[in-house]
């Protein structure tokens, strides 16, 4: 990004910028970066529907009149809300609230293991035998869950990474990138 110009060679963009995008005016005084932004992405989602269906030479090289990028965008933002919406929910959660609550879990299942130990062969009823199998289940869960977490973390701080930059590692709050 930035190839040749005085800020060079930028490998990441922090999101607070695009803030910036409303208030950076064409030499028309009227279009925002923004609004090139949004023409930019329905061209882009206009090329990938054509190309879907076949049409693509005579179409790709038409442009879109004003009309057409207004529908288009109305539709792609529109949508944006309800793709944005669970994005809202996980912000609104704490990863370290969750973590705990599955370390809970874990000190649960020690003291289910610990009753298990009382066990004697000739103890009739399948408490036993359905507890063993509810703790193997849960075990197996708490170490999917683990996984994930994991998984999420990194997928979390290499995103951090591609839009803070170098940031990323002074973060006190790794999430802090998804909070709308």
Request: glycine letters at 8%; charged letters at 30%; proline letters at 2%.
């Amino acid at each position: 990004m930035n190839v040749g110009t005085n800020r060079g060679d930028a490998k990441a963009f922090k999101l607070d910028t695009l803030l910036k995008l409303v208030d950076i005016k064409g030499t028309d005084g009227k279009t925002t970066l923004l609004h090139f932004v949004v023409q930019e992405i329905i061209r882009s989602e206009g090329a990938e529907t054509e190309s879907a269906n076949g049409n693509i030479p005579e179409q790709m090289e038409s442009k879109f009149n004003e009309e057409q990028f207004k529908k288009k965008g109305l539709h792609v933002v529109g949508g944006l809300s309800k793709d944005l919406d669970n994005v809202k929910k996980a912000a609104g959660m704490d990863s370290d609230v969750l973590s705990s609550y599955v370390t809970k879990l874990e000190t649960g299942l020690e003291k289910v293991r610990l009753v298990l130990q009382y066990e004697k062969p000739d103890m009739k009823g399948n408490f036993f035998k359905s507890t063993k199998l509810f703790m193997k289940y849960a075990e197996d869960e708490i170490v999917r869950i683990k996984s994930h977490e994991r998984e999420a973390l990194f997928l979390v701080k290499e995103v951090t990474e591609y839009f803070h930059g170098n940031a990323a590692k002074e973060e006190a709050h790794p999430l802090r990138i998804f909070m709308i």
